[in-house]
């Protein structure tokens, strides 16, 4: 399996979705999204390529539930996360978010 890598952007966005989730929901909810989190992250390290590309660029898009998406790439010795999305959130925030957490 291949190594993962959190950039910083990676682990503010994941802080600030489960803040989010505990206060809307409560502790259980959000421990359910953690661990279909975890499980997909495994399932990428098995197969980096499972998720598709997005919009035809090198990083790659995995739904972890509806409304929550996962970013990633994929580097011939690792897995770099880039961030976690909430997918009702402005568009244009989200491609800047990416494009400063490729970047680093």
Known sequence: MKKVIWTQTARKSL???????TELWNEQV??????????????????PELAP????????KLLIHKSVSLFYRNYPGFIKILLVWDNRQNLAQLLEKLSNANKR
């Open 15 to 21: 802080q600030e979705t489960s803040d989010f989730i």
């Open 53 to 60: 590309a997005f919009e035809d660029s090198e990083l790659r």
């Open 30 to 47: 959000t421990d359910e999204f953690l661990n279909q989190l975890d499980y997909r992250i495994i399932q990428i390290q098995k197969n």
